[in-house]
């Protein structure tokens, strides 16, 4: 069964540092997605960024990078120059990109300290 | 602007009434999702659609029926509603790799 796991309930980061959220998946598809998610305190969800399983490359955008570790099925998030607007629940997600069923992990909430 | 609406955004409802939550896109994706958020569990998908009138199960459709009669919308329907149906409900949609959330609708059922 596909599985999403995330380790840190909660993380605190000074403000400007660099920060890593983990993010280890659990699947026997070849062909898949791996997804992050921002969600502020408002409630909304906000996509970060995506990585293909077959992707070379880590996947960055802007202050966000996903270092993907394919053999050790790792997925993290890095962010960095932290800023106070960070602050907010961040969720890693699995698609297989055969279809659309996706699964979350429980997420890892972000503080950011000025 | 470029948006996934859903409504209503609240609801407190008694079990057993019969409710629908409408979600409607206007990006012209073909992908829309239905999930519910509860604390520590993350985001759970229910149903999913790939396409008008092709709907699938994610990994907690019971209690739960959907349809996607037009490519815009993706109702949600509780046909009979229980306590742990309570949740934050998010729609979303996608063109194929990331989605693009609602604002979520709060449902307490009584």
């Known amino acids: 069964a596909q599985k999403i796991t995330q380790t840190q309930p909660g993380m605190f980061v000074q403000e400007k540092e660099a920060v890593t959220l983990d993010c280890t998946y659990d699947?026997?598809?070849?062909?898949?997605?791996l997804f992050w998610y921002k969600q502020p305190s408002s409630g909304e969800m906000i996509f970060l960024i995506y990585?293909?399983?077959?992707?070379?490359q880590n996947a960055t955008e802007g202050r966000y990078s996903l270092n993907f570790q394919k053999a050790r099925k790792s997925a993290n998030l890095v962010i960095s120059a932290s800023q106070l607007g960070d602050s907010a629940m961040y969720f890693c997600?699995?698609?297989?990109?055969?279809?659309?069923?996706?699964?979350f992990g429980a997420g890892t909430r972000l503080f950011v300290k000025a | 602007e470029a948006q996934v609406t859903q409504n209503p955004r609240y609801l407190i409802t008694v079990t057993g009434k019969k409710l629908t939550v409408t979600c409607s896109q206007n990006m012209n994706h073909e992908y829309m999702s239905w999930y519910r958020q509860d604390p520590g569990l993350g985001l759970r998908q229910i149903y999913y659609s790939m396409n008008v009138e092709v709907t699938d199960k994610g990994d907690v459709p019971e209690g739960y029926k959907v349809s996607r009669k037009e490519k815009r919308n993706f109702p949600l329907i509780l046909e009979s509603p229980s306590p742990n149906q309570t949740s934050l409900y998010f729609c979303a949609s996608s063109p194929y790799y990331e989605q693009y959330f609602g604002p979520g609708t709060r449902l307490t059922v009584t």
């Open positions: 699947t026997s598809d070849q062909s898949y997605g």
């Open positions: 990585q293909g399983s077959y992707d070379e």
């Open positions: 997600a699995m698609r297989n990109t055969g279809g659309f069923k996706t699964i």
